[in-house]
């Protein structure tokens, strides 16, 4: 994609998205390019991901389960519970036939930034990372950490982030998407033993 074509899909988001949202997907979109820099990732790809990561997001949630419905998109029990995570399925489907992308790496960094998913591609572990690392976040305790780990180690990355929003979840915030159990065993298995040692999340 030219970069004339990149910001024509910058102005389109603008349309798209809130202010706020706007704003976060601006820092999202530049942190994924970082992030490929360091890694060796296509920067155009991770631009692009970062840029429409969130592009249903701000559609009403009750939109959200009608678009799915009308476009043969599966809607789990917790989707159906908690609509408003239907925003990265649905964006990846509106990214491939409303914004014309064909890119099965970037549609899948679209499709798992929120959850995340066991064994991740580079580009798919970027989007999640920078989607909870750019610059206009703040809430997260951890945050300084997790953003110098990001340029060191992206599976520990994705396995730090997931252990930190299972344990937030767990506190009865949201709900849980079973898909970032599954992905959280799968990344902390590659640095630790099955056996819980009493140091990490039960899961």
Known sequence: MET????????KMKKELDADR???????MYTAASLAMCYGEDIERAQIAGLLHDCAKCIPNERKIKMCRDYGLEITKVEMDAPYLL???????????????????????????????????TLEKIIFIADYIEPARCK??????????????????VCR???DTLHYLDSGKAEIDPMSRSAYRYYHNLFFETEDKGNSLTV
């Open 87 to 121: 925003h990265s399925k649905l964006g990846a489907h509106l990214a491939k036939v409303k914004y014309g992308i064909d890119d099965d790496d970037i549609l899948g960094a679209i499709m798992w930034h929120t959850t995340g998913r066991p064994n991740m591609t």
């Open 4 to 11: 004339a074509n990149l910001l024509k899909l910058q102005r």
């Open 140 to 157: 997260a305790q951890s945050l300084p950490e997790v953003r110098q780990m990001a340029f060191h180690d992206l599976n520990m990355t």
């Open 22 to 28: 706007y704003r976060h997907t601006l820092g999202v």
């Open 161 to 163: 982030i997931l252990e």
